[in-house]
């Protein structure tokens, strides 16, 4: 079964260049871990790529990693950014996920 790497969109490149984040050597990193109130949870920092990552870049440099042990989690899944009157945050929209919590950060499969 082929597994479509992540996808990220215009709008969550267009903040990291915002913030300067290739300009510092950093990347958006995205990463699961074992917690959160539904099983797993994201973790989402600014980060230096590594060897082991998925790097997915546009044509102006700027970089979100994923790490080999997060990848077959995220498969096929957007990493947004949003911005709203509650406030502004990169979200993503997993399709693997089968319930999430209300933070938005943690989920179960």
Same mark, same amino acid.
């Given at each position: 079964?082929?597994?479509? *790497? *992540?996808? =990220?969109?215009?709008?969550?490149?267009?903040?990291?260049?915002? #913030?300067?984040a290739s300009a510092e050597g950093k990347a958006l990193r995205i990463a699961v871990e074992g917690g959160g109130c539904s099983g797993f949870q994201y973790e989402i920092v600014l980060d +230096? *790529?590594?060897?082991?990552?998925? =790097?997915?870049? &546009?044509? &102006?440099?700027?970089? =979100? @990693? @994923?790490?080999? @042990?997060?990848?077959? !989690?995220? +498969?096929?899944? $957007?990493?947004?950014?949003? %911005?709203?009157?509650?406030?502004?945050? !990169? @979200? #993503? %929209? &997993? *399709? &693997?996920? $089968?319930?999430?919590?209300?933070?938005? $950060?943690? !989920?179960?499969?």
């Amino acid at each position: 079964m082929l597994t479509l *790497p *992540p996808k =990220v969109t215009e709008r969550a490149f267009a903040r990291l260049a915002e #913030i300067g984040a290739s300009a510092e050597g950093k990347a958006l990193r995205i990463a699961v871990e074992g917690g959160g109130c539904s099983g797993f949870q994201y973790e989402i920092v600014l980060d +230096a *790529p590594t060897e082991d990552d998925l =790097v997915l870049q &546009n044509e &102006n440099g700027e970089k =979100v @990693v @994923v790490d080999s @042990v997060s990848l077959p !989690f995220l +498969a096929s899944a $957007t990493i947004d950014f949003s %911005d709203e009157l509650i406030g502004a945050r !990169f @979200v #993503i %929209d &997993n *399709p &693997n996920a $089968t319930s999430s919590c209300g933070c938005g $950060t943690s !989920f179960s499969m």
